[in-house]
Nanobody
Framework: QVQLVESGGGLVQPGGSLRLSCAAS??????MGWYRQAPGKARELVAS???????NYADSVKGRFTISRDNAKNTVYLQMNSLKPEDTAVYIC??????????WGQGTQVTVSS
């Protein structure tokens, strides 16, 4: 059974940092990543990373966020620096296996506010 367990969300002031983690179990994933959804907005890709390490970022987070993964632990991380109020959203872990089945975590709230 595939499970994605997220951790690391919370409340942070503008300019601050947070690190999200998503521990996966059940299979090996071709791609892992993070999406986010703010109230009243569509879900959007934040960043993704392939098993080999190639990465992809939304333009809005380039230079501020860094995605990484530990394949031995089947875990993906999102280091978020220089956070802005517009980064406030539920951050949702995503994983795609080699059969192109897509899995989602339950989400973790990130709130950037003074």
């Amino acid at each position: 059974q595939v499970q994605l367990v997220e951790s690391g969300g919370g409340l942070v002031q503008p300019g601050g940092s947070l690190r999200l983690s998503c521990a996966a179990s059940g299979t090996i994933f071709k791609t892992m990543g993070w999406y986010r959804q703010a109230p009243g907005k569509a879900r959007e890709l934040v960043a993704s990373i392939a098993h080999g390490g190639s990465t992809n970022y939304a333009d809005s987070v380039k230079g501020r966020f860094t995605i990484s993964r530990d394949n031995a632990k089947n875990t993906v991380y999102l280091q978020m620096n220089s956070l802005k109020p517009e980064d406030t959203a539920v951050y949702i872990c995503n994983a795609v296996n080699y059969s192109y089945w897509t899995y989602w975590g339950q989400g973790t709230q990130v709130t950037v506010s003074s």
